[in-house]
């Protein structure tokens, strides 16, 4: 969830440093520190906020030397002040370290280590690892042995980069990502290719316990034991230009709008991955569909498009829930893996749990050289460029996409996605002129403390992945309700203060869910109808266009994705950030 970096090379380290910063501060926002060394002194400097205004408080810009680290937060073990924010150092100021993940055993870590000596500033998990080398070194003097010795010692998911007062960088992983940039005057470590890809697309994806070392002028590579290995390097391939928000005010306001031309490119599939891909899927004697928050909506989709146009059964499995239905999982099972990010520690830990029954795993990912990629038999990308804003929207309709390719693929075309293309760009098109009448709409809603949005068959989906967005954006209380359902239960909530959103364009289950926006509006309460057509029920319209039915999630869910951003921008929460979050959750 922290972002982690190093550089050492002919540049001055800050500046670079700040800017990978800049670029992976997605992956937490509660802090940010910086550590260089200048004439074998470490210096330090960290503070709470965002990178820019951290780094302009405290002149980060200034800091000299050639060789540094840094680190932006998203708190675990601690409260978000200066004292938590990285680097941590070691007691002698020989050693500052930047981490991200959980060291589980850390109590007895920092037990042992207070016990011969050493005095902690900071409450967090991370700190132990600077005092575990500074530890290891008083005893073997040599850093990759003293790497070998604390990682073996260290329980949980890390990834961590040491900087040494004598100039050399270190860094480790298990279970968290570490990436080794090659560019031409020097080496990064970082937890995200984005955090170098402005410097240098040749990358070095570290195995897992694997230590790299950059000393002198040159990196070296060892394994847990410490045997020196050789890597592959590969070739990253990204559009650098997209993670900037051009004109937009928000990332997330450019990411909605990129829709018209990213829902296009997940439907783009290499004929032969798109092939092996299905055939791993027809092979399956049961299907498994998992992944969290937004990739988890997609899933719920994927299960009624797969069911009625492909004919097949899936079982769609949040994956923080995954390893409790284990016992159903064998050999002939297929898992597949839906993520943005292919680094949710939820995910790859449901991924791992069925690699070791023997299941196999698809994937469907935005980022080709993630974890989740790396441990798939087969995986299909999204392919909507680096998205930026925490919360998931070019992402989610660019998973559809794929699911839409793929069901197309298994229905032997006949859905003919590609004939369509055209009219599925124009209808979001069409949608997202609707922008004045969400910022309407977001007037009538932001003083509400709760909002329900109704939607059945694919349109629950939906419905979820609505409120998901209001909630995340804006913090208030949303709900996505099946509609169907509300008899059952929360139909007791509504009152003639509520605000209802019907999602119900016309299709199968359109009359059933007209008769459910009745039923509400009888109870005295407001109706926002998202639909072809008007009706005399809804009080306010969203008039989405009239379309292949079946594509209708692809167009629905991006004036609420609107919605969501213009309520935020009313209630004045930052809709790039929102509070607590973090774009990749790597811890479980
Ligand atoms: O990278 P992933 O798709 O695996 O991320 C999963 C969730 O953390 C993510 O969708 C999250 O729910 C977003 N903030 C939703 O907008």
Redesign the pocket.
Same mark, same amino acid.
């Given at each position: 969830m922290c972002s982690i970096i190093g550089y050492k090379g002919a540049s001055y380290a800050a500046p670079l440093i700040i800017e990978s910063l800049r670029r992976m501060e997605y992956r937490g926002y509660d802090s940010v520190g910086i550590a260089t060394i200048d004439a074998g002194n470490i210096l330090v400097s960290k503070g709470v906020g965002k990178v820019a205004e951290v780094s302009r408080a405290l002149g980060f810009q200034k800091m000299p030397g050639q060789i540094g680290i840094g680190h932006t937060r998203w708190a675990t073990h601690g409260g978000i002040t200066n004292a938590n924010a990285h680097p941590h150092e070691a007691c002698t100021s020989k050693v500052a370290v930047v981490h991200n993940g959980i060291i589980e055993n850390y109590r007895e870590l920092k037990r042992d280590l207070i016990s011969s000596g050493h005095s902690f500033k900071s409450e967090t998990d991370s700190e132990v690892i600077a005092h575990m080398l500074e530890e290891s070194l008083s005893v073997v003097q040599d850093k990759v042995k003293a790497f070998v010795k604390v990682c073996s010692k260290l329980k949980g998911a890390y990834a961590f980069v040491a900087v040494f007062s004598d100039g050399t960088l270190c860094g480790s992983r298990y279970d968290e990502p570490l990436i080794v940039g090659l560019s031409n005057d020097g080496y990064f470590i970082s937890s995200d290719v984005l955090g170098f890809l402005q410097y240098t697309d040749k990358a070095i994806f570290l195995d897992n316990k694997d230590i790299a070392v950059v000393a002198g002028e040159n990196l070296y590579l060892y394994d847990s034991d410490g045997n020196a290995v050789r890597r592959e390097i590969t070739q990253v391939a990204w559009e650098l230009g997209a993670a900037d928000k051009g004109a937009y005010a928000h990332h997330t306001l450019k990411e909605i709008h990129e829709q018209r031309k990213t829902v296009l490119s997940g439907m783009d599939q290499n004929e032969k991955d798109l092939i092996s891909f299905c055939d791993i899927l027809l092979q399956a004697k049961s299907v498994y569909i998992t !992944? @969290? !928050? /937004? =990739?988890?909506h997609s899933a719920l989709l994927a299960k009624y498009i797969f069911a009625k146009l492909a004919k097949i059964r899936t079982e769609p499995i949040l @994956?923080s829930e995954f390893q409790y239905v284990l016992d159903f999982i064998d050999k002939d099972s297929v898992i597949l893996a839906? =993520?943005? @990010? !292919? %680094? /949710?520690a939820d $995910?790859l830990n449901s991924v791992k749990h069925a690699k070791e029954t023997g299941a196999k795993v698809l994937s469907i990912v935005?980022i080709s050289t993630s974890s989740l990629a790396r441990l798939s038999d087969s995986f299909l990308t999204v392919n909507c460029g680096p998205e930026v804003g $925490? #919360? #998931? /929207?070019k =992402?989610?309709t660019g998973q559809l996409s794929v699911i839409y390719a793929v069901t197309d693929r298994l229905c032997g075309y006949s859905l003919g996605i590609v004939s369509k293309k055209q009219a599925i760009a124009s209808a979001i098109e069409d949608v997202l002129s609707l922008e004045d009448n969400t910022i309407k709409l977001a007037d009538l809603l932001k003083d509400l403390r709760d909002i329900y949005i109704l939607g059945k068959s694919l349109h629950y989906p939906i419905a979820l992945e609505g409120a +998901?967005?209001i909630k %995340?954006l804006t913090y208030l209380h949303a709900e996505g309700i099946a509609a169907g359902e509300l008899k059952h239960g929360p139909l007791a909530l509504i009152d003639e203060n509520s605000i209802v959103m019907v999602i119900n364009p016309r299709d199968n289950t359109f009359n059933d869910v007209l008769s459910n926006a009745h039923e509400i509006k009888s109870r005295g309460a407001k109706i926002i109808g998202i639909s072809t057509e008007p009706d005399e029920v809804y009080d306010h319209f969203i008039n989405i266009p009239n379309f292949d039915s079946i594509l209708y999630p692809l167009i629905e869910i991006v004036p609420l994705q609107l919605l969501a951003y213009h309520l935020a921008l009313k209630k004045n929460a930052d809709p790039d950030y929102?509070r607590n +979050?973090a774009? @990749? $959750?790597t811890v479980k």
């Amino acid at each position: 969830m922290c972002s982690i970096i190093g550089y050492k090379g002919a540049s001055y380290a800050a500046p670079l440093i700040i800017e990978s910063l800049r670029r992976m501060e997605y992956r937490g926002y509660d802090s940010v520190g910086i550590a260089t060394i200048d004439a074998g002194n470490i210096l330090v400097s960290k503070g709470v906020g965002k990178v820019a205004e951290v780094s302009r408080a405290l002149g980060f810009q200034k800091m000299p030397g050639q060789i540094g680290i840094g680190h932006t937060r998203w708190a675990t073990h601690g409260g978000i002040t200066n004292a938590n924010a990285h680097p941590h150092e070691a007691c002698t100021s020989k050693v500052a370290v930047v981490h991200n993940g959980i060291i589980e055993n850390y109590r007895e870590l920092k037990r042992d280590l207070i016990s011969s000596g050493h005095s902690f500033k900071s409450e967090t998990d991370s700190e132990v690892i600077a005092h575990m080398l500074e530890e290891s070194l008083s005893v073997v003097q040599d850093k990759v042995k003293a790497f070998v010795k604390v990682c073996s010692k260290l329980k949980g998911a890390y990834a961590f980069v040491a900087v040494f007062s004598d100039g050399t960088l270190c860094g480790s992983r298990y279970d968290e990502p570490l990436i080794v940039g090659l560019s031409n005057d020097g080496y990064f470590i970082s937890s995200d290719v984005l955090g170098f890809l402005q410097y240098t697309d040749k990358a070095i994806f570290l195995d897992n316990k694997d230590i790299a070392v950059v000393a002198g002028e040159n990196l070296y590579l060892y394994d847990s034991d410490g045997n020196a290995v050789r890597r592959e390097i590969t070739q990253v391939a990204w559009e650098l230009g997209a993670a900037d928000k051009g004109a937009y005010a928000h990332h997330t306001l450019k990411e909605i709008h990129e829709q018209r031309k990213t829902v296009l490119s997940g439907m783009d599939q290499n004929e032969k991955d798109l092939i092996s891909f299905c055939d791993i899927l027809l092979q399956a004697k049961s299907v498994y569909i998992t !992944g @969290s !928050g /937004t =990739s988890y909506h997609s899933a719920l989709l994927a299960k009624y498009i797969f069911a009625k146009l492909a004919k097949i059964r899936t079982e769609p499995i949040l @994956s923080s829930e995954f390893q409790y239905v284990l016992d159903f999982i064998d050999k002939d099972s297929v898992i597949l893996a839906i =993520s943005q @990010s !292919g %680094e /949710t520690a939820d $995910v790859l830990n449901s991924v791992k749990h069925a690699k070791e029954t023997g299941a196999k795993v698809l994937s469907i990912v935005n980022i080709s050289t993630s974890s989740l990629a790396r441990l798939s038999d087969s995986f299909l990308t999204v392919n909507c460029g680096p998205e930026v804003g $925490v #919360a #998931a /929207t070019k =992402s989610f309709t660019g998973q559809l996409s794929v699911i839409y390719a793929v069901t197309d693929r298994l229905c032997g075309y006949s859905l003919g996605i590609v004939s369509k293309k055209q009219a599925i760009a124009s209808a979001i098109e069409d949608v997202l002129s609707l922008e004045d009448n969400t910022i309407k709409l977001a007037d009538l809603l932001k003083d509400l403390r709760d909002i329900y949005i109704l939607g059945k068959s694919l349109h629950y989906p939906i419905a979820l992945e609505g409120a +998901l967005k209001i909630k %995340e954006l804006t913090y208030l209380h949303a709900e996505g309700i099946a509609a169907g359902e509300l008899k059952h239960g929360p139909l007791a909530l509504i009152d003639e203060n509520s605000i209802v959103m019907v999602i119900n364009p016309r299709d199968n289950t359109f009359n059933d869910v007209l008769s459910n926006a009745h039923e509400i509006k009888s109870r005295g309460a407001k109706i926002i109808g998202i639909s072809t057509e008007p009706d005399e029920v809804y009080d306010h319209f969203i008039n989405i266009p009239n379309f292949d039915s079946i594509l209708y999630p692809l167009i629905e869910i991006v004036p609420l994705q609107l919605l969501a951003y213009h309520l935020a921008l009313k209630k004045n929460a930052d809709p790039d950030y929102p509070r607590n +979050l973090a774009k @990749s $959750v790597t811890v479980k």
